[in-house]
């Protein structure tokens, strides 16, 4: 199944800013977290710490509701997973 | 009105549309570019979806929590150049205590909540992403 990624601000610059990511039937966020960081590469420290877990500044949606990064529910075909830093509008 | 643009905000038109014959007072918040350390201009990019559900949140809880009778915000996105407004927020009310208090909760939460980000670019040549705030809130819940 695939699933869309939005990602915006410094994280668009480093993976796009939308990225379909292919996963198996039944994968849950953390599949989807590991093809981002491999995605980013060289630049994944931004976003990913030493351990591959997400920085603690990260936040993370899934279809428009924030979510904890080690969400154990599992993704549909179709999601929209969205990757942002702390957010600085206004 | 709630929104999100990428024109010229007017700012006059915006507050003669919130007019209404109960009011006595209308607050504006307006936030414009800086010339911060020799910026020059800046560009704003929003998660636009979300953004328009956190500002309409926004709007109700003001209006739950002041005795206001409307509340009006315009966030403008894209290239912008200092001296140009990033946006305004028109709060009506019969008194004007009510729609300065409700004003400020309006941008404090806004800067909490609502998914934008802005790029600085100096005069010469260096970017740089304005950081976010501390202890940032967007939606719920909160981070694990």
Known sequence: MRVRVKAFARFREILGSDIPIEVPDGATMAAVL????????????????E??????????????????????????????VALFPPVAGG | MIGITRDVIDAGVMIEAAKRPGMGALVTFCGVVRDDGGIERMELEVYEEIAVRELETIRDEAIRKYPIESVDIVHRVGTLFVGETILLIVVGAGHRKEAFAASEYIIDRLKQTVPIWKKEFGRDGQERWVPGEPGDRTSSPPPG
């Open chain 1, 34 to 49: 590991v093809a981002l960081r491999d995605r980013a590469g060289g630049e994944s420290d931004a976003i990913f710490d």
């Open chain 1, 51 to 80: 351990g591959g877990a997400l920085r603690a500044h990260v936040i993370l949606m899934r279809n428009g509701k924030r979510v904890k990064r080690d969400d154990s529910d599992a993704l549909a075909d179709g999601d929209e």
